[in-house]
C-alpha cells in the first residue's frame, strides 16, 4: 500500500532560519505529490504540488522537489517568519490504486518559528 | 467565491445525543471527504462519497453516518455509538484535473461532548 513517513515535530527554528521538513513516500505506481499547511484552529490549505519527477513546487517561498529516485519530497524555505508557525502535512495521490482520489497523509509536522 | 463551508466552527454536546455537522461545497466538485483529527494527530478519513447517494466507509467509519443526496452537501452525523466523538472535524472535496486529485478543505468544525 501507499504510505508517506514525515519528520517527527515540533520543529523549533528562529525567525530568517532555514527550514527543511523531510518526507518520504512508498507508493504503487507514479503519484502526485502535495505539501498542505494547517494553521492553528483551521483547515488545510494546499501549499505547493508536482506532479512528474524532478518537477519543484513552490508557493510563498517554500519550495519541495520531486526526487523520484530517493522518493522524497522535502519542503524547504529559505528564511522562514513567525508567520509560517503551522502544522505541515506531505501527501500523494496514485493513481494506479484504485482509489486515485483518496489521499495518502503523513502524520504532520509543527513548526515554531520564534522572533 | 468558492470554496467549502462547514457549520458550525464550534459545537458541544451531551453524551448520548445524536450531532450533525454541516458541509457544503460550491466548486463543483464530485468526491467529498470527512477526516477526524485529534490533538497531535494526522488526519484520518470517515466517509468519502465520489457521486451523489453513493459514499464508503474510510477507516474509522463506527458510530458515524453520511447522506450525499446533493452534489454540494455532504453531511456527517455523529452518533451516540462513536465512543471517543470530541475531536475535529475537517470535510474536503476534490476533482481530477489532468489526473490529479487535489482536496480543498474546509474551516472545520470542533466538536465537544461532555
Known amino acids: 500500500g501507499n504510505s508517506v513517513t514525515q519528520m517527527e515535530g515540533p520543529v523549533t527554528l528562529s525567525e530568517e532560519a532555514f527550514l527543511t521538513i523531510n518526507c518520504t513516500y512508498t507508493a504503487t505506481g507514479y503519484p502526485s505529490l502535495f505539501w498542505y499547511v494547517q494553521y492553528p484552529g483551521e483547515g488545510l490549505q494546499l501549499l505547493l504540488k508536482a506532479t512528474k519527477a524532478d518537477d519543484k513546487g513552490s508557493n510563498k517561498g517554500f519550495e519541495a522537489t520531486y526526487r523520484k529516485e530517493t522518493t522524497s519530497f522535502h519542503l524547504e524555505k529559505g528564511s522562514v517568519q513567525v508567520s509560517d508557525s503551522a502544522v505541515y502535512f506531505c501527501a500523494l495521490s496514485d493513481p494506479a490504486s484504485g482509489g486515485s482520489y483518496i489521499p495518502t497523509f503523513g502524520r504532520g509536522t509543527s513548526l515554531i518559528v520564534h522572533p | 467565491d468558492g470554496g467549502i463551508t462547514q457549520s458550525p466552527k464550534y459545537l458541544f454536546r451531551k453524551e448520548g445525543q445524536n450531532v450533525t455537522l454541516s458541509c457544503e461545497q460550491n466548486l463543483n466538485h464530485d468526491a467529498m471527504y470527512w477526516y477526524r483529527q485529534d490533538p497531535g494527530q494526522g488526519l484520518r478519513l470517515i466517509y468519502y462519497?465520489?457521486?451523489?447517494?453513493?459514499?464508503q466507509k474510510g477507516d474509522i467509519a463506527e458510530g458515524y453516518s453520511v447522506s450525499r443526496e446533493k452534489k454540494e452537501s455532504f453531511p456527517l452525523t455523529v452518533t451516540s455509538a462513536q465512543k471517543n466523538p470530541t475531536a475535529f472535524y475537517l470535510c474536503?472535496?476534490?476533482?481530477?484535473?489532468?489526473?490529479?486529485?487535489?482536496?480543498?478543505f474546509g474551516p472545520g468544525t470542533r466538536l465537544t461532548v461532555t
Open positions: 462519497s465520489q457521486i451523489v447517494n453513493d459514499f
Open positions: 474536503a472535496s476534490s476533482t481530477r484535473q489532468r489526473s490529479v486529485y487535489e482536496q480543498y
